[in-house]
């Protein structure tokens, strides 16, 4: 029986030895389990061997298909070469004359700052808060996205919001070139940008780009129009408490808006100056003096508006618009100086205003109130303010008007209540005594004056007044003594402040003035008022002169050799027309015989204007209004002669610039230069220049390009006779009491449409019509010198405060000479050959009808069927 076997004979591996081996002498060696071993070796090798292929494969996939995705994310990205040179849209701005701001012309609103002249410690905190490794990194942090993932795993569910980890790089390449999507491909596009914008920008490029492209709430593009929308401030003037509180806008602005939400907005620029003294961009002592300071915003406020500048605002908009186009104009950073004279402005509004009030109280009547409120009266005295508050303003309410209920009434007397600007009651009184202007209109025309207030308003009826402007304030007198023994009775209470009712006149205006040399416009109104309508009559509104345009007429006159005193008919005409003859009259119906060309002028005789065309033809007529720009084109036909055309404001202004200027061009210009965001002057007014302006070392010599488009000898003569309009003539109301050399003319279109006036001083010129939108009747006999002439004098007679007295220069070759001309002496000027006084043959006295065959020299004029034959000028 064999002995059993030991534990190492179990486990000795049996190996046999090789063929033709001896046999091993002696007893056995113990043998162990060698086939055993070599399978789960074998085994081992196998599996892990698998698993390494099964990686290695995998890995080789994954890369393939991370290039297949890169490929298919690569292969439509935007070009980011243009960043080198972008530059993110800034607002243009629109400066007056005297630098004061006029507007903001933009999409984004967004100031753009180098980052040379960014203050460190802005750039600082938002590299902080949004990008601690920004230096480092090179466009994706592998860090910040292994940070990020950890923390959304933790939270996964908790409803806490994801934590991002995108760079200030990626989000330039989000900001500027992908949309907003928030999806896995933009994801990725954006990485594979951040990597590329790296490779071709510097860091300080990168940072310059984000911190005036971003966005940071109320509006704000870029952190300086965030420092101003937030603190009203400079970046150079911000706290570090400011600061930081501005970098911790890019991660919500809305929900860190300190105006809404002041203890999210703190607990965030807390975080932030943190993370800026963890970075030692600060000490941690001025970390806790920064947290110490409340967040105080101060929202930006804008210059108070130039009151009645929006007209000429929007004019130049639409100028630069057609000038560079509108993405250029809005996002172009263009700086923009214009020729506005604010003071001008706000006296020209006035004055225009105050004249559509004067002529809608002397002609409109009272329309009656813009509302009534249905009260009980037990509700009256606790439901009227709430009421009140719900009536909508009127468009073209004057900012200085107030709504106000009636409360009560008497047959004298009118108490109003209303609301002033805090929401506090406020009371007033309305008297029968200053409302004999609001006669109430019944079937469109104005009644009989009121006898009682019930005439004009009831109680309920929500109605415009204008309270007295607040008294300065002055200091009390003291009490008087106390008397002993006599208890002290208390003040009086002061009387309820008289109120001016007041409506929205329905007649419309318009004035511009402009510097007489150079054609640069100081004031334009288009209107009563912008928010009521934007369109521009000074413009937009093409309209008949009527007799402004007479003085192109009398130049051309002047041209052909005619004397100032030469004499004309002044008689009934006749001018046959297809649709049946045609006669025109004087405004005042009567006839003078042979006249003056200067008497004519003065005194707007329409049939010696008839004549004179006549003499001179219209095709010569019609040269010299389009030279001067009054028009671009008109018919060749007399009622022309008599401004049966149209024009604008501005056209006529720059056509009288043109008398002034001595016959030289002079094309109305609102803009005097335009720079690009660096500085380069890219647009100038045309017409004068400046030879060596650039030199400091000589004096200035400007050069004066514009053409000479009249005898500079002919259109003294004419401005001279304007000169006697003013004085002694139709414009006398403009020129009362200024005290200087004023030539002009008044116009006024058939059926008393049109009123205008439109004159000037050696320096400045003055265009002003009164109208309708839609042609209608101004009145019976209300003319250009009744209605236009005052408010031409009352605007003049600001502008012309400080300015000297200069007389209209005398070209060579003419001679000053008064002469009687019937009507007293007068004073003209005369060219060598022409006696002043005298006059040829009269003109116009052998052809009172005129039927066919145009011509000049008293000759007869055709009138082709189907044009206009109203009469045009009137007055």
């Not at 960014?118 to 480092?136: G, K, T, W």
């Not at 900001?175 to 999806?183: E, G, H, I, K, P």
């Not at 008007?401 to 009371?427: F, I, Y």
Request: charged share 20%; with cysteine; net charge positive.
């Amino acid at each position: 029986m064999k002995a059993p076997l030991t534990a190492g004979e179990r486990l000795a591996p049996q190996s046999e030895p090789p063929p033709g081996a001896p046999k091993p002498a002696g007893p056995a060696t113990p043998r162990t389990p060698k086939r055993k071993r070599n399978v789960f070796v074998r085994a081992a090798r196998g599996f892990f061997g698998a698993i390494l292929a099964v990686v290695v494969l995998g890995g080789l996939a994954g890369a393939g298909g991370l290039w297949v995705a890169y490929q298919h994310f690569a292969s439509d990205l935007p070009d980011v070469e243009g960043l080198r040179n972008y530059q993110p849209p800034v607002m243009s701005r629109v400066f007056a004359g005297d630098s004061r701001l006029l507007s903001e012309l933009a999409t984004e609103r967004r100031i753009f700052v180098p980052i040379a002249a960014m203050p460190p410690l802005v750039r600082q905190a938002f590299i902080s808060a949004e990008d601690q490794n920004f230096y480092l990194h090179r466009g994706v942090d592998p860090l910040a996205i292994a940070r990020a993932a950890a923390f959304d795993l933790l939270h996964y569910g908790s409803g806490k919001r994801p934590v991002g980890a995108s760079t200030i790089t990626q989000q330039v390449a989000k900001n500027m070139l992908l949309d907003s999507q928030m999806t896995l491909s933009r994801k990725a596009k954006e990485a594979i940008l951040a990597t590329r914008i790296e490779e071709n920008l510097t860091k300080d490029r990168i940072l310059e780009l984000y911190l005036n492209e971003i966005y940071l709430g109320l509006g704000a593009y870029g952190v300086a129009a965030a420092a101003q929308a937030y603190f009203n401030k400079p970046l150079d003037r911000l706290t570090l408490a400011e600061v930081a509180f501005l970098g911790a806008l890019p991660k919500a602005p809305n929900n860190f808006n300190p105006f809404r939400y002041p203890d999210a907005a703190r607990i965030r620029r807390d975080y932030v100056l943190d993370r800026m003294a963890e970075d030692r961009a600060i000490t941690q002592q001025e970390a806790a003096t920064a947290k110490a300071e409340p967040i105080v915003p101060s929202a930006f406020r804008r210059p108070p508006p130039i009151p009645g500048s929006d007209w000429f605002g929007e004019e130049v908009r639409r100028q630069l618009i057609a000038r560079f186009g509108a993405d250029m104009t809005t996002q172009g950073g263009l700086m923009v100086r214009t020729s506005l004279n604010p003071v001008l402005q706000t006296a020209a509004d006035k004055t225009l205003r105050d004249g559509l009030m004067g002529y809608d109280r002397k002609y409109g009547g009272w329309r009656g109130p813009v509302t009534h409120l249905m009260l009980a009266a037990q509700d009256f005295d606790t439901r009227w303010p709430s009421a009140l508050s719900e009536v909508q303003r009127p468009a073209g309410m004057l900012p200085t008007w107030r709504l106000a209920v009636v409360a009560a009434a008497t047959d004298q007397e009118a108490k109003l209540a209303w609301l002033d600007q805090g929401g506090e009651r406020r009371g007033g009184s309305l008297y029968l005594s200053d409302l004999g202007w609001a006669r109430p209109v019944r079937d469109g025309k104005p009644g009989a004056a009121p006898r009682r207030i019930a005439d004009v308003m009831q109680v309920g009826d929500v109605v415009m007044v204008e309270p007295p402007p607040p008294a300065s304030a002055q200091p009390s007198p003291p009490p008087p003594p106390p008397v002993r023994g006599r208890a002290q009775a208390a003040p009086p209470a002061p009387p309820p402040p008289k109120l001016a009712l007041r409506q929205i006149p329905q007649v419309q205006g318009a004035l511009v003035a402009m510097e007489a040399r150079t054609g640069r416009v100081v004031a334009m109104v288009g209107g009563w008022s912008f928010e009521q309508s934007q369109f521009n009559r000074a413009t937009q509104a093409f309209r008949q002169p009527g007799s402004s345009f007479k003085p192109i007429v009398y130049l051309t006159a002047l041209e052909k050799g005619v004397s100032p005193s030469q004499r004309f008919l002044d008689a009934p005409i006749v001018v046959n027309t297809p649709e049946g003859p045609w006669r025109p009259g004087n405004f005042e119906l009567t006839f003078n015989g042979p006249t003056p060309l200067r008497l004519a002028l003065e005194e707007s005789l329409n049939l010696v204007t008839l004549r004179v065309a006549q003499y001179v033809g219209m095709q010569a007529v019609a040269d010299n209004a389009i030279a001067f720009h009054m028009v671009d084109s008109m018919p060749k036909v007399l009622p022309a002669a008599l401004g049966a055309v149209d024009t604008t404001v501005l056209r006529e202004a720059g056509a009288y610039a043109s008398f002034a200027a001595g016959g030289r061009e002079v094309v109305p210009t609102l803009i005097d230069s335009v720079q690009d965001r660096d500085g380069h002057v890219v647009m100038r007014a045309s017409g004068l220049t400046c030879a060596n302006c650039s030199d400091p070392s000589s004096a200035p010599t400007l050069v004066d390009e514009r053409k000479q488009i009249a005898d500079p000898a002919s259109v003294f003569q004419l401005v001279t006779m304007m000169q006697g309009v003013v004085a002694r003539g139709t414009g006398y109301a403009a020129g009362k009491g200024l005290g200087r050399p004023i030539a002009g003319k008044t116009g006024t279109t058939q059926d008393f449409n049109d009123a205008w006036f439109t004159g000037f001083t050696p320096d400045l010129v003055t265009a002003v019509w009164v109208g309708f939108d839609t042609p209608a009747s101004l009145g019976n006999n209300v003319t250009g010198g009744q209605l236009a002439a005052p408010i031409w004098h009352d605007f003049m007679a600001v502008a012309l405060q400080g300015r000297p007295v200069l007389s209209f220069p005398m070209p060579n070759g003419v001679t000053m000479a008064s002469w009687e001309s019937g009507r007293g002496t007068v004073t003209d000027a005369f060219k060598p050959g022409q006696t002043p006084g005298a006059s040829g043959p009269t003109i116009g006295g052998g052809g009172a009808v005129a039927s066919g065959g145009e011509g000049g020299g008293g000759g007869s004029t055709v009138v082709h069927g189907g044009v206009d034959t109203s009469m045009g000028g009137l007055y």
